[in-house]
């Protein structure tokens, strides 16, 4: 009953892998496995070329550019989405670690200290010159208020003068009894007229 | 404020004043501006009051901006930092564009720190994102839309099972 059981099982085994002991066929896959050599028979074949027409080669053409550039705009966007992602889901590269944060600071400080000096020799500049120029312009002031008062003081003396010397024929206290008996001795009529030609017509 | 009334009434517009190219760090707690109101060396002082202090204070809610007229022989900025430190920038016979330049180099942000800020503040604010780092973990959480197939079975006709079934 078991060698019956046997003989059955070698029969069905013998169908379905064939009667060759030596060639080594498998039953799971039904083809050469990657490591058996390419087989004697194929050893020196040639596959053929298949034959393409024209429109079928553009049409061909169309599709693989077609789908080239929707793969790369599609990877394109995503690689985008993920730096942008990475930017957004994390602050770490803009927030600076204290020390960063120092050294920045004191760049800025020390960028600023230039700064601020070329201003101020600028301005140091700038300070002098119109230092200078006040100086110039209070000098030339001094020296017009100079003149100015100098000129003042001889437009005084000369009226000084002036005076003085019409001081001596002034009537005093002394003269009076003199300028009245004078007087009285040489009436003066201002009772005349005078024509065009400068004639003087006395009227008594 | 009537909308086109008084000087140069564009300092109040919106656009202008998101134009503004400062913004200070987050360190810095008061911006303050000494100036006159005369004097050549403080003609860029004047046009900077006038023309930038608006989109400072707009760019910078948080930070005391305050000018001080008439105080001083020189013009300059002076920033105080949160930790009692400050900075003095001197602006003598500097124009307005000298000025906005060099103080976006010393006391304001980078222009990278701000566009990462920018993202960080859109992905924050856009209440159409969900997912890590949002506001809500998955699109489920808003009424109206699918809820999540662990929690709830997906409606029949789009499952498989009674799609596929044979008739």
Known sequence: MLRAGCQLLNQAAAVKT???NFALEFVRWRRKPRWLPVAKSKMFRVPERKKQTEEERTELMRLHNNYKTQLRSVRQYLREEVVRQQETSTADHIVLTPEQEEAEFQRCLDENAAWNAKIASERNVRLAEEREAK?????????????????????????????????????????????????????????????????????? | MPFMKGREPIRRTLKYLNAGKLVLKDKVRIFSV??????????????????????????????????????????????????????????????????????????????????????????????ANFGYGCERHCICEIPGQVSCPGTVPLPEQMRGKFKFAPK
């Open chain 1, 18 to 20: 064939g009667s060759n």
């Open chain 1, 135 to 204: 100086v110039a312009y209070v000098q030339e002031r001094l020296e017009a208020a100079k003149l100015r008062s100098e000129e003042r003081r001889e437009k005084v003396d000369e009226r000084i003068r002036y005076e003085i010397e019409q001081a001596k024929t002034f009537i005093t206290r002394e003269s009076l009894e003199v300028a009245i008996e004078t007087a009285l001795a040489n009436p003066v009529d201002h009772n005349y007229a005078i024509d065009l030609e400068g004639n003087m017509y006395r009227g008594r």
């Open chain 2, 34 to 127: 000494n100036y006159n109101t005369y004097g050549n060396h403080h003609a860029g002082a004047r046009d900077f009051v006038f023309w930038n202090i608006p989109q400072i204070q707009f760019r910078n809610p948080d930070v005391q901006v305050i000018t001080l007229k008439n105080m001083t022989p020189s013009p300059f900025v002076r920033c105080y930092f949160d930790d009692g430190r400050d900075i003095l920038i001197d602006i003598d016979t500097r124009n307005r564009d000298e000025i906005i330049e060099h103080l976006v180099k010393v006391v304001g942000k980078t222009r990278e720190q701000l566009v990462a800020e920018a993202r960080l503040a859109e992905s924050k604010d856009n209440p």
